[in-house]
Structures are given as C-alpha cells and as structure tokens.
C-alpha cells in the first residue's frame, strides 16, 4: 500500500484531520516557511497524537546534533532532510538517530539539469529509508504547488528506486496523484499545497480526495 504523508502540519485539528482522511504519516516543518511550526507547539501536536501515524520532522540544513536534539523533545518518529545536506553527512545523522526514519530530499530539476548527485546519495543508502523526489529550488526547496517534469523524471526515480523507496512530492493534488503513482509505482506520495486551504491549513474534503485518489489508483495500477 502506497505510503502518504501530509506535510506542513500546524495544528492539532489539521493533524486529526489527517489521520482520520488515512495519513500514514505527518510532516511538521521546522525551517522557515509559511508552515513553519514551532518546537514546543509540535511537541503538543504530537503528544496528542496515536502511535500508529508517523510524525516526520523537516530539516534543512541543520546539523546532526540539532535535528536530534529537535526530535527527542519533540517525539519525532522520524527526519526529513530538506536542505543541501552532502551526502557524507548523512552517517553523521544516521549515528545520531539510530533507528528512525530518515528520507532525504533531492531537487529533481537539479538532478535532471545534469547535477551527477544521485551516485553519492545511493552510495550512502545504508544511512537513509528513502529518497524525496521534489519540484522547488535552491531559494524555494518545497511547498511550491508545481510538479516537475515527470516524464522527464521516470528514468531517474527507477535508478534511485532500485537502490532506496522513492517518494513523490511537489505539486500533487487530488486530481493527478493518480498519474503521479502510473508513472512512477513509487513506494510513497507527499502532497503539502495540494490538500490546503490556505499555507498552513488543511482542507477536509481534499485530504479525503487525495487518499481515495491514490487508493483508487493503485488498484488499476496493480
């Protein structure tokens, strides 16, 4: 069953909102963003929240020692790394979180430019769960609303996919999700913009769309 997490989670109600839509997993955003989320307000969040859904933290560019100091006082199941961490870095972050889940980011338009990166990133397959395929740049990482050119992309997400799950972000919404998992079969989908109201608020009825949209659709996958 395809994994997904609804990112940008501000509040208790929009986290409830989620699980119950069919959440496998929340993202709690600490960087600077419309999302951002503060460390005790998602410390509150989470505590109010059941074991059986995973709570992701997002980082960019922060230092081992930091994400995991974040993570215990937050209760993190696991890390996102958003940023430009390198690809040596991540035993560092593997060493300091041990067990738990850490998905590392890469721009797609940055690899499909020609940026030779994914050889060192599988390289380091032992310290992360999977890659975060995303749209966005340098001075906007996420939360764009825009996918990346897919087709383009397919090639790239089977090489990564043969070493490390692949998880699909950036610009997926209710109606091309389902697209999104013919393309690629990829282990997960991340949606932020795409199931909102408003930059920080979740809308009920597209978190409900958006979960039957990728149910649906890995029946005809199959």
Not at 18 to 47: H, K, T, Y
Request: glycine content about 10%; proline content about 6%; overall charge negative.
């Amino acid at each position: 069953m395809t994994w997904i997490k609804f990112c940008g989670t501000t509040n208790l109600h929009d986290a409830q909102m989620s699980i119950a839509s069919g959440a496998n997993a929340l993202g709690f955003i600490f960087a600077p963003s419309p999302r951002q989320v503060e460390i005790a307000r998602a410390a509150e969040i989470v505590a109010a929240l059941p074991d059986g859904v995973e709570k992701i933290g997002i980082f960019v560019n922060e230092s081992p020692a930091r994400v995991a100091e974040i993570v215990t006082l937050v209760r993190l199941t696991g890390v996102q790394l958003h940023g430009n961490e390198p690809a040596e870095q991540l035993p560092q972050f593997r060493h300091a979180l041990g067990s738990r889940r850490i998905i590392k980011t890469l721009l797609a338009s940055e690899l499909l430019s020609g940026k030779d990166m994914v050889a060192g990133y599988l390289g380091s397959c032992d310290s992360i769960d999977a890659v975060l395929l995303d749209s966005g740049s340098a001075a906007k990482p996420g939360g764009t609303g825009i996918p990346f050119a897919w087709e383009d992309a397919v090639p790239l997400a089977a090489e990564i996919q043969a070493v490390v799950p692949v998880i699909i972000a950036g610009g997926l919404n209710p109606r091309n999700v389902g697209e999104a998992l013919r393309l690629f079969c990829p282990w997960g989908v991340d949606v932020v913009s795409g199931v909102e109201r408003e930059p920080g608020r979740k809308d009920e009825t597209r978190l409900g769309d958006f979960v039957a949209a990728v149910r649906r659709a890995q029946v005809s996958v199959r």
